[in-house]
């Protein structure tokens, strides 16, 4: 893997009080010792499963160091830009429609992996013929809550069926540091482009790329660009 890779995210502050209410936190800090303190978005278990050898163990990254606090029924999600029906998804609009379950390997591009993690939530093609795309349509950009992030995929990666508007994770709903209530999960690609605290989806010609692609990331980020494997979707 190109060191190159990993800078962006070294780059972030993350604010420590972000971390000061998660409970596990200190004893966490003794079982990994140094390597939590150097890392940039800490070394958070979730429940028991974070202290075991190869248990879960995200890295939670925030672009802002805050981590939106959206109750679930407040959640709103727009659908917006080139579709025939433009539209305002809640929480229970989103569980209404049919759900997929994958579990799959969460890979960051700076090296860590989270194996077989449980996921839940809909289709984004789902999502996105309901709103109806126009035939001007290309790709699809998307808006956080943070105000910070955004991504962008072309309509194709888009219509992929292992790319899902997810709201439950790990076997619950998603934590507000994992970007909950709902959060894209798009699973063939590094860990960037799953927007956390995803607030819209858009429509338009040709996606911009986003946040991470613009601070150096590359635009395709299929797993395995960069570490020998083959351009193909992890299984
Ligand atoms: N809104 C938002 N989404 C984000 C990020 C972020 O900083 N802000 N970081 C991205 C990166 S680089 C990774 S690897 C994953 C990490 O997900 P996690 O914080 O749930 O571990 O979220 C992605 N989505
Ligand atoms: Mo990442």
């Known amino acids: 893997m190109s060191r ?96 997929v379950h994958l579990v799959k390997d969460f890979q960051c591009v700076t090296g860590w992996r989270v194996p077989q993690v449980h996921w839940e939530g809909v289709k984004l093609s789902d999502v996105i013929d309901a709103a109806g795309a126009r035939s001007q349509a290309g790709g699809v950009e998307f808006s956080s809550f943070d105000g910070a992030d955004t991504e962008s995929l072309t309509l194709s990666q888009a219509r992929r069926s292992d790319v899902i508007v997810a709201y439950r994770m790990l076997g619950g709903p998603i934590s507000s540091s994992h970007g909950g209530p709902v959060r894209l999960y798009v699973a063939p690609m590094y860990g960037y482009k799953s927007l956390k605290w995803l607030s819209g989806i858009r429509l338009v010609e040709k996606p911009v790329p986003g946040y991470w692609e613009q601070n150096g990331y590359p635009v395709d980020a299929w797993v395995g660009n960069f570490d020998g494997r083959q351009d193909a979707p992890i299984t």
């Open 4 to 99: 190159d890779i990993s800078q962006p995210e070294q780059g972030i502050p993350i604010g420590r009080r972000v971390f000061l209410g998660i409970a596990g936190l200190g004893i966490l800090g003794i079982v990994f010792g140094s390597k939590v303190q150097s890392a940039v978005g800490e070394t958070i278990g979730t429940g028991i499963g974070g202290l075991l050898p190869g248990g879960d163990r995200f890295r939670i990254y925030s672009i802002t160091g805050s981590f939106p606090n959206i109750g679930s029924t407040d959640y709103r999600l727009t659908v917006s830009g080139l579709v025939d029906h433009p539209m305002t998804l809640t929480l229970d609009d989103l569980k209404s429609m049919p759900s």
